[in-house]
């Protein structure tokens, strides 16, 4: 159980330390809601791609008249999925990235903010 010291000094000295934890819980709280709205809005941009592709695919199938160019058409909807997915990957990597160097950052801030004088 916490004990709480009887001394009125005391007082300020625990609530500048709870503040400093408090801030510091805050701060990684935020960055990773940042990094979650990153990632997400991520992933929605790579489905969007995916599905158009799909789509631009099918109709471009649907619309093939010649059996024999049924499988290249099938085979060029597969270029610029590839693109997309290389362009998810480097993003992906950006994303995490900064993730960790803001996180990383935001704790090592944290043991700073715990250590003022009060």
Same mark, same amino acid.
């Given at each position: 159980m916490l004990s709480f010291p009887e001394s009125p000094a005391a007082a300020p000295a625990l609530r500048a330390q709870l503040d400093a934890q408090v801030g510091a819980i805050a701060t990684l709280? *935020?960055?990773g809601c940042e990094l979650l709205a990153r990632f997400s809005e991520l992933n929605l941009q790579m489905a969007r791609h995916v599905v158009e592709t799909a789509?631009?695919?099918g109709r471009q199938l649907a619309a093939c008249t010649d059996p024999l160019q049924f499988v290249p058409t099938a085979m060029r909807g597969w270029e610029p999925l590839g693109e997309h997915v290389r362009n998810y990957q480097q993003g *992906? @990597? +950006?994303v995490t990235a900064e993730a960790q160097t +803001?996180?990383?950052h935001a704790a090592a801030?944290?043991? @700073?903010?715990a250590k003022r004088p009060c």
């Open positions: 709280s *935020l960055r789509f631009d695919t *992906l @990597l +950006g +803001g996180l990383g801030l944290a043991p @700073l903010a």
